[in-house]
Structure formats: structure tokens, C-alpha cells
């Protein structure tokens, strides 16, 4: 993966994470808050995962069973 496109999505997961947390400032918008932090998690796991140093995915889905 290009490394200026791998900076450019670990930053809309950043925006996210934010969001995130605005979101879960009110009982009303926690859902949304809570739907847009997994986003971003899950954006900032799959950019990491195909990142080309990357060799022992068994040792990232074994952390992410057990998490």
C-alpha cells in the first residue's frame, strides 16, 4: 500500500475516533457514536494488516480473538 494513501486513511480513522467521542457526549447519539468508533477502528485495523511489513497476521487474529 502506498504510504500516502495509508497516511491519508489512518487520518480519517483519527476523524473517526473523534467523531466517535463527540457522539457518545449524549445518550441520544450513541449509536451513531459508537457505529462511527468501529469504523474507524476497523479501518485503522485493515490499513495496519496491509501495511508490507506485516508478516504474522496468526499473531493479529490471535489478539483480536482474545480481545
Do not use: D, H
Request: glycine share 12%; with cysteine.
Amino acid at each position: 500500500m502506498n504510504a500516502n494513501l495509508s497516511s491519508l486513511l489512518y487520518l480519517v480513522a483519527a476523524v473517526c475516533f473523534i467523531m466517535a467521542l463527540k457522539g457518545l457526549s449524549s445518550p441520544v447519539s450513541a449509536r451513531n457514536g459508537n457505529r462511527i468508533g468501529i469504523g474507524g477502528m476497523a479501518l485503522a485495523v485493515l490499513v495496519t494488516l496491509f501495511q508490507p511489513g506485516v508478516e504474522s497476521y496468526w499473531l493479529v487474529v490471535l489478539g483480536v480473538i482474545i480481545g
